[in-house]
């Protein structure tokens, strides 16, 4: 299902006719209700006139099926990273840096919830998702979710995101990580970070971390620090 809708806010059928300027961009939820004449056309119009988006960091919450189970796997091109989440056990996180969980899972009321937290190279937020809620970048970021299927791409550039979510597992096929300047790129089924590059291997109960923390996440493979991009730390208000 796509994260947003195209819809004709006057219907199809009253105007016979794809006008510009009668097209808005609907969440499925909304769309539904429209669709149901539950959300009156004022409305619509209203918010197409300022959209809940524009001159936002992140768009709204878009969630996720749920996921059960005792484990949880991550898989960072042809890298598998099983993570243990059954009670007695605290996030399982499959990558870190400077100690803090980019890609984590944990056991919350008898579900797993995933968290993850990938940025541009300005550190600012491209994909975040909190306990199975997804947020993307609003702005600079074109996005497709098709099926399992989440793509996203800026500009020409190409495929800059692709991930599949499966059942109690999270792959993430292409692109690029960063995380406070640090870069883990992911292309061809290889992982490549600070320093280090790898492919095929499995980790289990252990993930990856890169860094300086005063106390490092526990890690089967620490690749330390490396050379960092330079950017602003990010409000934590604009996360939330």
């Given amino acids: 299902m796509p994260i947003y809708h195209y819809d004709h806010m006057v219907e199809y059928s009253s105007r016979l006719a794809h006008e510009e300027s009668n097209i808005t961009l609907l969440c499925p939820a909304h769309h539904d209700a429209k669709s149901r004449d539950r959300l009156p056309l004022a409305k619509v119009a209203q918010a197409n006139a300022?959209?809940?988006?524009?001159?936002?960091?992140?768009?709204?919450?878009?969630?996720?099926?749920?996921?059960?189970?005792?484990?949880?796997?991550?898989?960072?091109?042809?890298?598998?990273?099983?993570?243990?989440?059954?009670?007695?056990?605290?996030e399982g996180a499959a990558l870190s840096v400077d100690g803090g969980p980019v890609l984590a899972a944990r056991l919350r009321d008898n579900e797993i919830v995933v968290r993850a937290a990938i940025r541009d190279r300005d550190n600012r937020p491209v994909l975040l998702i909190r306990d199975n809620?997804?947020?993307?970048?609003?702005?600079?970021?074109?996005?497709?979710?098709?099926?399992?299927?989440?793509?996203?791409?800026?500009?020409?550039r190409g495929i800059g995101m692709e991930i599949v979510f499966e059942e109690g597992a999270l792959r993430v096929t292409r692109g690029e990580i960063f995380a406070n300047g640090l870069l883990f790129s992911i292309r061809k089924g290889e992982l490549i970070g600070p320093g280090a590059s790898f492919s095929d291997c499995s980790f289990n109960s252990c993930g990856v971390s890169a860094g300086v923390s005063e106390r490092p996440a526990s890690a089967?493979?620490?690749?330390?620090?490396?050379?960092?991009?330079?950017?602003?730390p990010v409000p934590s208000s604009f996360l939330r």
């Fill in 50 to 90: 300022k959209p809940h988006n524009q001159g936002a960091m992140l768009t709204g919450v878009y969630p996720l099926t749920t996921f059960y189970g005792e484990e949880f796997a991550f898989y960072l091109g042809s890298n598998h990273v099983k993570t243990r989440v059954h009670q007695g056990y605290s």
């Fill in 220 to 232: 089967l493979l620490r690749l330390g620090d490396g050379p960092r991009f330079a950017y602003e």
């Fill in 133 to 156: 809620e997804l947020r993307h970048a609003a702005d600079g970021w074109d996005v497709t979710f098709e099926a399992n299927r989440l793509k996203m791409w800026s500009g020409s």
